[in-house]
């Protein structure tokens, strides 16, 4: 999977805290975006080929089914996936980013649930050992969203959708990092699995920024060595 450089940072007003690579063919989302940006995505999307048009009315159909939900729970970042299918045509899916407040510790909370889906027979869930530390995937089929506000879209959308999440805790912060993919095309979903977990394994709490520049400080002539490095890399 072909991951996006830079890694993507949570888009939010506050400084930044995690980040994570997005795979090519997604296009990110404002949830509230200003109406001139929106008609942008919608003129880029426009520009595929005329036989793709089907399957960019329904990723746009589907986006709209759900994105009220998105918006009363907490989702912090949203992007729109099209990729080509074996029949010559495309998928779609929606991927969500998510931060869930916790009654507890969230490692702690994050432990017991991959205690719990080590132990399950339920094959939809287990642990998982990230480069960021313990997660939990959990996967199942669901019914479709549906439009309240315009009924008459409703047959247009597909009746059932996978959906992958997994969920990770930050080293320092309160609450759960949890990673969402949707897609309507069951018979792609793993496919779509392994996007979600490649997204998942990009995941970090370290400034890419920072890193990179630490890196090309370390290399400098004349940088520290031996002990002297080892103090530098603790300490900063």
């Known amino acids: 999977m072909t991951v996006s450089e830079p890694p993507i940072a949570l888009r939010d007003t506050r400084k930044p805290s995690f980040w994570y690579g997005l795979p090519v063919g997604y296009i990110s989302l404002a949830l509230n975006p200003?109406?001139?940006?929106?008609?942008?995505?919608?003129?880029?999307?426009?520009?595929?080929?005329?036989?793709?048009?089907?399957?960019?009315?329904?990723?746009?159909?589907?986006?709209?089914?759900?994105?009220?939900?998105?918006?009363?729970?907490?989702?912090?970042?949203?992007?729109?996936?099209?990729?080509?299918?074996?029949?010559?045509?495309?998928?779609?899916?929606?991927?969500?980013?998510?931060?869930?407040?916790?009654?507890?510790?969230?490692?702690?909370?994050?432990?017991?649930?991959?205690?719990?889906?080590?132990?399950?027979?339920?094959?939809?869930?287990?642990?998982?050992?990230?480069?960021?530390?313990?997660?939990?995937?959990?996967?199942?089929r669901l019914a479709a969203p549906r439009s309240s506000r315009r009924p008459e879209l409703n047959d247009t959308l597909p009746s059932h959708i996978w959906q992958g999440i997994v969920a990770v805790a930050p080293p320092s912060a309160p609450g759960l990092i949890v990673l969402q993919l949707v897609t309507p095309d069951l018979d792609s979903a793993d496919d779509y699995r392994n996007i979600l977990l490649g997204i998942?394994?990009?995941l970090t709490f370290t400034d890419p920024e920072r890193a990179a520049a630490d890196d090309k400080a370390a290399c400098a002539p004349g940088a520290p060595t031996g002990a002297a490095a080892a103090i530098r890399n603790d300490f900063g």
């Open 200 to 202: 998942a394994r990009t």
């Open 34 to 140: 200003p109406t001139e940006q929106f008609m942008e995505v919608i003129n880029q999307l426009r520009g595929l080929p005329e036989q793709q048009r089907e399957e960019v009315d329904r990723a746009l159909r589907l986006y709209a089914g759900i994105v009220n939900q998105l918006n009363t729970n907490r989702v912090q970042e949203c992007a729109l996936g099209m990729h080509p299918n074996d029949a010559g045509g495309f998928t779609t899916s929606v991927f969500t980013v998510s931060t869930l407040p916790t009654s507890g510790n969230a490692k702690l909370v994050v432990a017991g649930l991959a205690v719990s889906a080590a132990d399950s027979r339920d094959e939809g869930t287990r642990p998982l050992e990230l480069p960021c530390g313990l997660g939990y995937l959990s996967e199942k």
